[in-house]
T-cell receptor
Framework: AQSVTQPDIHITVSEGASLELRCNYSYGATPYLFWYVQSPGQGLQLLLKYFSGDTLVQGIKGFEAEFKRSQSSFNLRKPSVHWSDAAEYFC???????????FGAGTRLFVKA | SAVISQKPSRDICQRGTSLTIQCQVDSQVTMMFWYRQQPGQSLTLIATANQGSEATYESGFVIDKFPISRPNLTFSTLTVSNMSPEDSSIYLCSFHPRGSGNTEAFFGQGTRLTVV
């Protein structure tokens, strides 16, 4: 069965510092992979997605993620964090056959001045 | 991009009562999904709703507790029945644009339910 692991429950970074949020997945074939962000009181917004091709994916708000098949990972990165990036981040894997999306537990990002 | 409207946005309900959450999409979609997000938790899929057939429930969720309707390709409802404080969560509906495969899920803003 598919699963997603986000090993960090929360992370604190200083504004302007770089960020990497970890995500590992378990899936039998090449997965569809996503990163979503949920700001307080807001719905989920898609940051980026990977299906195939270039393993480095660019998203919105300056985020990128790299798919590494050998490590079953899809880590999210941003070179310089802004205070407005403080939110909950969810990694997700899509079932290519059944259209289900399975979410990781989420990582809450805190940004300090 | 498609627009998805969910209501109510929040509600406070007495235990033992039921609440129906509505989800409206501005285009026709094949499948709609209902998720629950308990406080401080991730999203858990409750069920998949296809138009014209019964919803398919995930392990741990049953139709008697979470009846779902899908009368047409743009609308679905989820009812939380006989509520208890443990049902306090955010409930979200979701869909994939028609013909897009599982390329991206769009989500409603969610319904924040508090059961007292």
């Amino acid at each position: 069965a598919q699963s997603v692991t986000q090993p960090d429950i929360h992370i604190t970074v200083s504004e302007g510092a770089s960020l990497e949020l970890r995500c590992n997945y378990s899936y039998g074939a090449t997965p569809y992979l996503f990163w979503y962000v949920q700001s307080p009181g807001q719905g989920l917004q898609l940051l980026l997605k990977y299906f195939s091709g270039d393993t480095l994916v660019q998203g919105i708000k300056g985020f990128e993620a790299e798919f590494k098949r050998s490590q079953s990972s899809f880590n999210l990165r941003k070179p310089s964090v802004h205070w407005s990036d403080a939110a909950e981040y969810f990694c997700a894997v899509g079932d290519t056959g059944g259209f289900k999306t399975i979410f990781g537990a989420g990582t809450r990002l805190f940004v300090k001045a | 991009s498609a627009v998805i409207s969910q209501k109510p946005s929040r509600d406070i309900c007495q235990r033992g009562t039921s609440l129906t959450i509505q989800c409206q999409v501005d285009s026709q979609v094949t499948m709609m999904f209902w998720y629950r997000q308990q406080p401080g938790q991730s999203l858990t899929l409750i069920a998949t709703a296809n138009q014209g057939s019964e919803a398919t429930y995930e392990s741990g969720f049953v139709i008697d507790k979470f009846p779902i309707s899908r009368p047409n390709l743009t609308f679905s409802t989820l009812t939380v029945s006989n509520m208890s404080p443990e049902d306090s969560s955010i409930y979200l509906c979701s869909f994939h644009p028609r013909g897009s495969g599982n390329t991206e899920a769009f989500f409603g803003q969610g319904t924040r339910l508090t059961v007292v």
